[in-house]
Structures are given as structure tokens and as C-alpha cells.
């Protein structure tokens, strides 16, 4: 197995601002109401940081194996019509993340697009 070795960032970039405001107000909130009023910010921005992370992964070197796209529980494996591009039947796998998986997709095989 070879590791994902591309420089990826630990959070995601869309989740900064979930995270900076929390932060920003948690300052506010210390210096115009009190410390206590600081503790569900800071929870709330540290929960963020968590649901936002993107931890690295290490992908098997076979080219003809899938790996799963995302964290979480495959809760459905069906066989559907797909129409708008590939107009055939197809398997459609269904994941359900909970906010506690990494909710970062991926690519489950390599490619070029």
C-alpha cells in the first residue's frame, strides 16, 4: 500500500469561516459579557475543526480495486437507470455520514477527468 501523499490541508477550506466566526465571537464575547459566555463558542468551533478535518488516507496500489469515497455506513446497495450520462443500469451505494465521520469525499479509483 502506498500512502496519499499529496499535500493536503488538514481542514477543509469551506469550513474556515465555521470556524474563524465562532472564534472571532468567543473574543467578543470574553471581553464584553464574561468568560463563561466563551465556553459554548470555543465547543462549537472545536466541533467544527473536527467535522471539517481531512485526514490522510493510505490508498492500496491495485489500479482495479474501488475504495469508498467517504467515511461512514453503507446503508444501501441498489440497482438503478441512471439517465443523464451513462443511460444504463448501474449500482448506486449509498453511505450515511454521521457528524462524526470525516465528511470528505473522495475519489474511489484513480483517474483523469
Same mark, same amino acid.
Given at each position: 500500500?502506498?500512502?496519499?501523499?499529496?499535500?493536503?490541508? %488538514?481542514? !477543509?477550506?469551506?469550513? %474556515?469561516?465555521?470556524?474563524?466566526?465562532?472564534?472571532?465571537? #468567543? !473574543? #467578543? #464575547?470574553? %471581553?464584553?459579557? =464574561?468568560?463563561?459566555? !466563551? @465556553?459554548?463558542?470555543?465547543?462549537?468551533?472545536?466541533?467544527?475543526?473536527?467535522?471539517? +478535518? =481531512?485526514? *490522510? +488516507?493510505?490508498?492500496?496500489?491495485?489500479?482495479?480495486?474501488? &475504495? *469508498?469515497?467517504?467515511?461512514?455506513?453503507?446503508?444501501? &446497495?441498489?440497482? @438503478?437507470?441512471?439517465?443523464?450520462?451513462? =443511460?444504463?443500469?448501474? +449500482?448506486?451505494?449509498?453511505?450515511?455520514? *454521521?457528524?462524526?465521520?470525516?465528511? @470528505? =469525499? +473522495?475519489?474511489?479509483?484513480?483517474?483523469?477527468?
Amino acid at each position: 500500500m502506498k500512502s496519499d501523499v499529496l499535500n493536503k490541508p %488538514y481542514i !477543509v477550506e469551506d469550513g %474556515y469561516p465555521f470556524i474563524i466566526v465562532p472564534l472571532l465571537l #468567543a !473574543v #467578543a #464575547a470574553g %471581553y464584553f459579557i =464574561n468568560a463563561y459566555a !466563551v @465556553v459554548p463558542l470555543l465547543l462549537l468551533a472545536a466541533y467544527f475543526t473536527y467535522f471539517f +478535518r =481531512n485526514p *490522510s +488516507r493510505t490508498m492500496p496500489t491495485d489500479d482495479h480495486l474501488l &475504495v *469508498s469515497p467517504a467515511d461512514g455506513t453503507v446503508v444501501g &446497495v441498489e440497482e @438503478v437507470e441512471e439517465d443523464a450520462y451513462l =443511460n444504463q443500469k448501474c +449500482r448506486k451505494i449509498i453511505i450515511f455520514l *454521521s457528524i462524526f465521520d470525516a465528511h @470528505v =469525499n +473522495r475519489a474511489p479509483l484513480p483517474g483523469t477527468i
